[in-house]
């Protein structure tokens, strides 16, 4: 009997390998990575976020038929004139039953849809929502991240407008890159496509995080690299896992082999393939991607292999990440078990006679809610240490602007008095992209409020040699085996959390109970914890500098491995 496969959406943005170990009869009992809890609340945020949506579009759509009967919209209920909802919670069968049924009744709008599979094209799958166009019907995503960026150029219509007839070039917004919707939505259009459904026009919504507009893409378009459509790459991914799948599922040569790229770290997969990948000290343990691969093709299949070139050879293949003699020395700090190892012969770091540690909090796309600091070095006349600038308010809120400008206030003074006193500042964070984000951010977002500053001062505190990226630093001047994050570099250098769950997406978990999201009583425990973790976080970055002005330059040089 022919094993059937039938993939969703997903499994084009998907690894090659992840799709075959799904296929596989023979990984059905493999105990994979446990679910990971951040990953979860992710899910459950973006549940939440698509019962507001619906809420938001079933509220539109009443006011809309009420205005067309001349009558009034209040004190309506339940779903409106051509609304079918399809419940989550019902079994699979019983949701592609109403699906179709909504179908065969024409429908103006199909919540929860569940299509029937298609099983000619291998396909399954469902959308948030689909709007009856003409004599078919138009696929609309619901996602929990930015679809849009300011520029000009996005079509959309009015947040709750599901009419593409009545878009318009955006001159406010522009399309950010998100590829995956793209081509999920060209995944349902050739579902409805194999139903005799499809709307005329290729068009496919998505109405995200800020829900402020439904984007509408249009899946023919050349928009993707080398002219090609979202249609026609969904189409070339989607025949190639169809491929790898098959292959897996009817025991035929495998058609990809693991690899560790940066989707591995989230993959519950991962630790069948670390362990493929140990066993035979696979050179993408080292190197990820398509300079992996490339260097297998040239026989440098290894760690080992690639560890015994030279600095200073030519690299075997076209090489493309970054620098080649880096790539041999990490291979040889892997196999000497080296966390870090130095690219420098000495370690250098800016340092002033005043040094403020920031660290900034945010909750997903949200907001900010808390700016960490720790004031140490020269006395200016305030206290030293740890101090916070927090709202508990769940963000985004208002409460922001106000925890935003005392922080920003209390910087400023910082920075007066050591200037005054005639002393040099320096203020340091890891990963300044996270920080500017929240700085430029919170001003746009709150310009004209009480102490919010101007994006002026904000650029030239930013372009000055007073903010230090300790990233950045480490990135120049050393080679990581095991990842740049805070959390591996910071114990290297001696300094451990206290909270050993220490993480930022724990803290997304313990933010939710400090501000009692969900209808919960806050939890006093847990925003401590949160402030501890910060705390330590602005520590983390104040042992690490002072391990870089010295000590650092006792670990290992690149040169002498």
């Not at 991962?270 to 696979?282: G, I, Q």
């Not at 130095?342 to 370690?347: A, G, L, M, T, Y």
């Not at 959390?487 to 909270?499: E, H, L, N, Q, Y």
């Given at each position: 009997m022919e094993t059937e496969v039938l993939l969703d959406a997903g499994a084009v943005s998907r690894c090659r390998r992840r799709v075959h170990l799904e296929a596989d009869p023979s990984m059905r009992e493999t105990t994979l990575a446990p679910p990971d809890p951040a990953a979860e609340q992710r899910m459950a945020d973006a549940a939440a976020h698509r019962l507001e949506i619906r809420r938001r579009l079933v509220e539109a759509i009443r006011r809309e038929q009420a205005a067309a009967r001349g009558v009034s919209a209040e004190g309506g209920g339940g779903e409106e004139a051509g609304w079918v909802t399809v419940p989550r919670e019902l079994p699979a069968g019983e949701r592609v039953r109403i699906t179709e049924q909504a179908l065969a009744d024409g429908a103006s709008y199909i919540w929860g849809a569940l299509l029937p599979a298609d099983r000619r094209g291998h396909r399954r799958g469902g959308a948030e929502l689909l709007v009856r166009s003409g004599a078919g019907y138009l696929p609309v995503l619901v996602v929990r991240h930015r679809i849009t960026d300011p520029g000009a150029g996005a079509v959309t219509t009015a947040p709750n407008q599901l009419d593409p007839a009545r878009a318009v070039v955006d001159e406010h917004r522009k399309v950010r890159s998100q590829p995956r919707d793209q081509l999920r939505l060209a995944h349902l259009r050739r579902m409805l496509e194999a139903l005799g459904l499809a709307a005329h026009q290729p068009l496919g919504g998505v109405i995200g995080l800020d829900a402020d507009c439904v984007l509408w893409h249009d899946l023919a378009a050349p928009t993707w690299p080398g002219g090609r459509s979202a249609l026609a790459e969904y189409d070339i991914r989607f025949a190639d896992r169809v491929a790898v799948a098959q292959a897996a599922?009817?025991?035929?040569?495998?058609?990809?082999?693991?690899?560790?790229?940066?989707?591995?770290?989230?993959?519950?997969?991962?630790?069948?393939?670390?362990?493929?990948?140990?066993?035979?000290?696979?050179?993408?343990?080292?190197v990820r991607g398509e300079d992996a691969m490339e260097l297998r093709r040239a026989?440098?299949?290894?760690?080992?292999?690639?560890?015994?070139?030279?600095?200073?050879?030519?690299?075997?293949?076209?090489?493309?990440?970054?620098?080649?003699?880096?790539?041999?020395?990490?291979?040889?700090?892997?196999?000497?078990?080296?966390?870090?190892?130095?690219?420098?012969?000495?370690?250098?770091?800016?340092?002033?006679?005043v040094e403020v540690d920031v660290d900034m909090e945010s909750f997903g796309e949200s907001g900010a809610y808390l700016w960490g600091c720790l004031l140490s070095g020269a006395d200016i006349g305030l206290p030293q240490g740890y101090r916070s600038f927090v709202t508990w308010e769940p963000v985004p809120t208002v409460d922001e602007a106000r925890s935003f400008a005392e922080f920003w206030a209390w910087l400023r003074d910082v920075r007066e008095r050591t200037a005054a006193a005639g002393l040099t500042f320096r203020a340091y964070c890891y990963n300044a992209m996270a920080e500017n984000r929240w700085l430029f951010g919170?001003?746009?977002?709150?310009?004209?409020?009480?102490?919010?500053?101007?994006?002026?001062?904000?650029?030239?505190?930013?372009?000055?040699?007073?903010?230090?990226?300790?990233?950045?630093?480490?990135?120049?001047?050393?080679?990581?085996?095991?990842?740049?994050?805070?959390?591996?570099?910071?114990?290297?250098?001696?300094?451990?959390?206290?909270?050993?769950?220490?993480?930022?997406?724990?803290?997304?978990?313990?933010?939710?109970?400090?501000?009692?999201?969900?209808?919960?009583?806050?939890?006093?425990?847990?925003?401590?914890r949160l402030l501890r973790y910060n705390e330590d976080d602005v520590r983390a970055t104040?042992?690490?500098?002072?391990?870089?002005?010295?000590p650092a330059n006792e670990i290992p040089y690149m040169g002498d491995l």
């Open positions: 599922a009817t025991g035929g040569p495998a058609l990809a082999e693991p690899s560790r790229i940066l989707d591995c770290r989230a993959c519950p997969w991962w630790p069948t393939c670390e362990s493929a990948l140990l066993a035979v000290r696979d050179v993408s343990l080292v026989g440098v299949s290894t760690v080992d292999k690639l560890a015994a070139l030279n600095l200073d050879d030519e690299p075997p293949i076209v090489w493309t990440s970054g620098s080649f003699p880096d790539a041999v020395a990490l291979a040889r700090a892997w196999l000497a078990d080296l966390t870090v190892v130095r690219r420098v012969p000495e370690v250098t770091v800016s340092r002033g006679d919170s001003v746009e977002r709150f310009a004209g409020l009480d102490g919010i500053p101007a994006k002026n001062e904000v650029q030239s505190f930013v372009d000055s040699e007073e903010w230090v990226d300790l990233f950045r630093g480490v990135t120049e001047q050393f080679l990581c085996s095991r990842g740049k994050g805070l959390k591996v570099i910071a114990p290297v250098a001696g300094f451990s959390w206290r909270d050993p769950e220490a993480g930022g997406e724990a803290s997304m978990r313990w933010y939710r109970d400090a501000v009692g999201m969900d209808g919960a009583v806050p939890a006093p425990d847990q925003r401590e104040q042992v690490l500098r002072g391990w870089m002005s010295g």
